[in-house]
């Protein structure tokens, strides 16, 4: 019996489109073109109606404000105590369905420029001339994130996870006392985890 070839590894591929993100596995030198066509198989099962996309805008809620008796005028009384204005805000969340493609063909991918900050931009790249080298091909690692649209989409829109700042914020030697069974306290620093700043 012959030996058998070895194949190699799966791997995983974040795509990304606004705030979806779709998880597929593959080896490293899968063509693109099929990838590709996994992406779309993908999406036409889990989204049949559309990729979904959210925006979030604040506004001032007039009802609210007027049932505090905010005017909105600009008039000291408008300020409280504090010299902060009592606007009521509310938080209006819209969702929009972009349209599926109807074939492989309107799916344009990009890999970002510099895969450790996001705000440094995406490069599209084109799986349609790919020489069948994979994501290998183009520079993204296991885990890596490709960008994904529908041609025609302006942009390439991808949203990352924010994080409040003051989630992020710890102060040097802050922490919480607990008590013990036998009463004494016990001391917990709160800190950022592997790699925290000292």
Known sequence: ???????????YLRLKHART?????A???????????????????????GLPILTTTTRRDPVTSRAAGVSGTGDAED??????????????VVETLTPLPKSVEEIELAVPNDAYDP????????WAEEG???????????GGVVAFRVRGEEGWGVEWPRYDEEEEE?????????????????EVVVGKGKGREE
């Open 27 to 49: 080896s490293p030198i899968t063509p693109l073109s099929t990838l590709v066509a996994d992406l779309l198989s993908a999406l036409q099962e889990r989204y049949p109606h």
């Open 1 to 11: 019996m012959p030996p058998k070839k070895p194949t190699p590894p799966s791997t």
């Open 21 to 25: 993100t779709i998880l597929l596995l």
């Open 170 to 186: 710890v102060e040097e030697g802050e922490g919480m006392e607990m008590e013990e069974e036998g009463g004494g306290e016990m």
């Open 79 to 92: 300020e409280d105590e504090d010299g902060e204005g009592d606007d009521e805000m509310e938080v209006v």
């Open 132 to 142: 069948g080298e994979g994501m290998k091909g183009v520079g993204v690692a296991e």
């Open 119 to 126: 705000a440094a931009g995406w490069r599209e790249i084109d």
